[in-house]
């Protein structure tokens, strides 16, 4: 009796108001477009593992997701319903049309896509990934490679399978990142987030790189927060410097410690650039007090990235 009157309740709080988008008429893995156009078997390998760090390559027409309610009325529903229903044979989950473009662009639990994927960053961002990296190789710029704010580890793990991919074995792949979320903050400068966000533990991260045959003595992991790890960790030159750091503190701290590591001809990635008002700050008061000059491109909607020339 309960079960059928929590069923109801939400069947009539949560019925959506208007038809929505329609589903996609392809898949995601032939809608969405890389770059390069793979070609060759490394770049073909190499695509395919974006595609699946991002999920676009098994992503169907219609997403499921957890029951996100947007007003308050529905909320009231679901947390309501929800414990009437509750089973450990199935879930509440929103069904809605996939959308390609999502799985271009970075986005926090986008609501368009598969939310299974090692990294929330979009296609263009990796590939952008694979071009820093392969020039890197091509132009034999020393160092090592690194992302400060690692989450699921899916950015690192397509730069540990790019060098696999062109056989080197010299360089290592620094995973940095606390593995508990983001640290104490102040909220005046970072008022999108709070304390504890975005934790993955190191054992989920480690298994990720495992189960794509990656996890070897090429990747190095540091755990714990940018201002404890990053000055002792034993890095001696960089080639590619990616920082996904959230807060002003954490990326004003991996810049001032790991910036000055980045051999010249290397290149620095930061996401959350041109969306977080805190990530700007810390990079453009960074670059004016160290007469940083070398533009800024933006890769996509929130990520941009330089080489350095000096």
């Known amino acids: 009796m309960l079960s059928a009157l929590g069923l109801a309740v939400l069947a009539l709080m949560l019925r959506p108001v208007s038809p929505g988008p329609r589903p996609p008429a392809n898949t995601v893995a032939t809608a969405?477009?890389?770059?390069p156009t793979p070609q060759t078997p490394e770049e073909l390998y190499i695509d395919l593992l974006k595609k699946t760090l991002t999920r676009a390559q098994v992503a169907g027409r219609i997403e499921r997701h957890p029951l996100r309610p947007p007003d308050g009325l529905r909320r009231w529903a679901l947390r309501?319903?929800?414990?009437?229903?509750?089973?450990?044979?199935?879930?509440?989950?929103?069904?809605?049309?996939?959308d390609p473009e999502a799985y271009m662009e970075a986005g926090y639990a986008n609501q368009a896509r598969d939310e299974s994927g090692e990294t929330m960053v979009g296609l263009k961002q990796l590939d952008n990934i694979q071009y820093c990296v392969t020039?890197?190789?091509?132009?034999?710029?020393?160092?090592?490679?690194?992302?400060?704010?690692?989450?699921?580890?899916?950015?690192?793990?397509?730069?540990?399978?790019?060098?696999?991919?062109?056989?080197?074995?010299?360089?290592?792949?620094?995973?940095?990142?606390?593995?508990?979320?983001?640290?104490?903050?102040?909220?005046?400068?970072?008022?999108?987030?709070?304390?504890?966000?975005?934790?993955?533990?190191?054992?989920?991260?480690?298994?990720?790189?495992?189960?794509?045959?990656?996890?070897?003595?090429?990747?190095?992991?540091?755990?714990?927060?940018?201002?404890?790890?990053?000055?002792?960790?034993?890095?001696?030159?960089?080639?590619?410097?990616?920082?996904?750091?959230?807060?002003?503190?954490?990326?004003?701290?991996?810049?001032?410690t790991l910036y000055p590591k980045l051999s010249v001809g290397g290149y620095a990635v930061f996401d959350d650039?041109?969306?977080?008002?805190?990530?700007?700050?810390?990079?453009?008061?960074?670059?004016?007090?160290?007469?940083?000059?070398?533009?800024?491109?933006?890769?996509?909607?929130?990520?941009?990235?330089?080489?350095?020339?000096?």
């Open 273 to 310: 650039y041109q969306n977080l008002s805190g990530c700007r700050r810390a990079i453009d008061e960074y670059r004016a007090a160290h007469g940083i000059t070398e533009p800024i491109q933006p890769i996509d909607k929130q990520a941009v990235y330089w080489r350095r020339e000096r």
């Open 80 to 98: 309501f319903s929800c414990p009437v229903l509750s089973s450990p044979e199935y879930e509440l989950v929103a069904l809605k049309p996939t």
């Open 135 to 256: 020039d890197v190789l091509r132009r034999k710029v020393p160092g090592d490679l690194i992302e400060a704010g690692a989450w699921r580890g899916g950015v690192t793990i397509l730069m540990r399978g790019i060098l696999k991919a062109y056989g080197d074995h010299e360089r290592n792949v620094w995973v940095a990142d606390s593995f508990e979320g983001l640290p104490p903050l102040d909220r005046a400068k970072n008022a999108d987030w709070s304390e504890g966000q975005m934790a993955v533990s190191i054992e989920e991260a480690k298994e990720n790189f495992a189960g794509y045959g990656l996890l070897d003595n090429q990747v190095r992991f540091l755990k714990g927060f940018f201002s404890n790890t990053l000055p002792k960790a034993p890095i001696d030159k960089l080639a590619v410097f990616r920082a996904d750091a959230d807060l002003y503190e954490s990326t004003l701290d991996a810049l001032n």
């Open 32 to 35: 969405v477009t890389t770059l």
